[in-house]
């Protein structure tokens, strides 16, 4: 998850959310569902990486996830995004999420 440089505090090699975003940091509840809502695994946000001159990348991993057709991956309170497998394949099953999308 990335958030974007003005919404975050940098402190040395470490970063998190600040204000509206300041629920972005280490230890944020990570969620993945399938299409009809079952659980299928849970993570937490790992530390908070300045990149760049305007980004805060945090690295979660959720292993042995089931399969399913659709996968909606959540965290924290920031809302669901969801993507089909097929998609999730194609981007090797890792993906980038930044505020606004």
């Known amino acids: 998850m990335d958030t974007g440089l003005e919404s975050i505090l940098v402190l040395g090699t470490t970063c998190w959310g600040t204000g509206g975003y300041s ?6 509840n990570v969620t993945v569902k399938d299409e009809n809502g079952k659980l299928l695994g849970a993570s937490s946000l790992g530390p908070g ?10 690295e979660f991993s959720v292993p042995d996830v089931a399969e399913a057709n659709i996968y909606s991956i959540e965290s924290g309170r920031r809302g669901a995004l969801s ?12 993906l ?6």
């Open 23 to 28: 629920d972005i940091r280490a230890g944020m």
């Open 49 to 58: 990486k300045p990149s760049g001159s305007s980004r805060c990348t945090f």
């Open 96 to 101: 980038g999420l930044s505020n606004g999308d």
């Open 83 to 94: 993507y089909p497998r097929v998609e999730l394949e194609a981007m090797g099953w890792s």
